[in-house]
């Protein structure tokens, strides 16, 4: 029997239900035989693009004709389908973000593998809705979260959600916190059931969005408190007590503390560890924005900068970076899943339940996040960590931190550069000594440009730097050494 070949007779079968054909208008295509070779010679395509990605250019810059391409007026004729196949070959894949490239290193984005494109595939053709009812797709789904709280050393009580990225789970981890101290009934009554000012807590390195979270969630960013870091980039622990003292002196109610793993512009790791104790002293939420660096916990060598991780009351990850998985595919961990049902859940009657058929089930995804319509997200997930497992992903991830200590070494002892931040992870900051912003910014632009390479530049102590996230499995050493030739001889025809 074949794969889907699942039908069971029932009494109360209509007599036609299995012989009726398609009507007029179905989309499927008229001729299967057809279809399934042109979806095979793309599927190798982007086979071959991938697995011939280093003889590319990272990236290139579209001509304006390509760009008129997709100025066009909604279309209501029908085209062959071998003729938009050809646009995507000749008008989309040249012009990629580039990130599957060894030497994109300008933001944190994952390389992806060929795995998980194969999951994408496979989930674009079961097309479930993963928003509720009982089916599989929830079920992988909550294998993933229980592979994550034995990552995180979570309990069982813990429950997790696929979202688009971590700045989607940073404002759930806001609010969910934002419930938690206001009670449920601020679900309908607002701010204005605290009858104080709520005020957070997080890294002056934190990322935007955690301002942004605070935002959207009511609060405000004018209540998030920017706590000042050390030398090597980390949340400053005998500040937070002074603000938060400060603030209960005033007559204010914190409420939260926002802890980084892996920061965005040097990838440091705030003390999770001490920040966890102050906040069960202080009655705060405790959550963790891992966007960058919470999956470091998989490798052996890495895992102890991340103590306290496991004290936290939330965590926000991003399978789509180190995890290797495709866009998009983002996280949230909690450690009450009870409180992130209380804050989420809306009893609705076409969402009710039942103890069998396809409305059974207690909790659903759409009970722990706002998306009644969500993707299979946790497909390429399972495939990518089923396929590759965690110590080879764990090994991947400390061989990028690997790969950062060899840059900086690289640089350091090269007279042109200098590293402008200790490097905590992944990331390599650093100048070209006798060079301003302006140098920077052009020498970014120009390897950009020219496909070479893909660095970026941050700001550190008021000075434009060249910032280079390692993030891409595919990078090598001998990338990075042909990097820095790279880099000599840029500054050698600048200086001529």
Known sequence: MGMGNTHKSSSWDAEDSLTAQPVAQSLDPTDWTDFREQAHAMLDDVISHIASVRENLVWQPQPQENRDAFRKSLPRAPRELDVVLGDVREKIMPYATGNLHPLFMGWVHGAGTPVGMVAEMVAAGLNMNCGGRDHVGIDVEKQIVGWMREALSYPETANGLFVTGSSMANFLAVTIAKTEKLGVGSRSEGLGAAGQKLV??????????????????????????????????????????????????????????????GTVNTG??????????????????????GAIGALAVLSDELRPKFAGIEKSQSVALDFHKWGQVPYDA???????GAAQKRTIAQPAAYLQRADRGLAAGETWPCDLGPDLSRGFRALKTWMTIETLGTEKIGQSIAGSCANARHLAARLAAHQFFEIKAPVALNIVCFGIRGKGSDFVRELVLDLQEEGLAAPSWTTIDGQLVVRCALVNHRTTEADLDAFVDMLIRYVENKAG
């Open 330 to 336: 983002g996280f949230l961990l909690v450690r009450d």
């Open 200 to 261: 957070a807590y997080t890294s002056a390195e934190a990322h935007g969005c955690i301002a942004q979270a605070m935002q959207l969630s009511g609060i405000g960013s004018a209540n998030l408190r920017q706590v000042a870091v050390d030398a090597s980039g980390r949340m400053m622990m005998s500040h937070l007590q002074m603000m938060i003292a400060a603030d209960r002196a005033a007559g204010l109610l914190p409420f939260l503390v926002v802890g980084t793993a």
């Open 268 to 289: 440091a790791v705030d003390p999770l560890d001490a920040i966890a104790d102050i906040a069960a002293r202080e009655n705060l939420w405790f959550h963790v924005d």
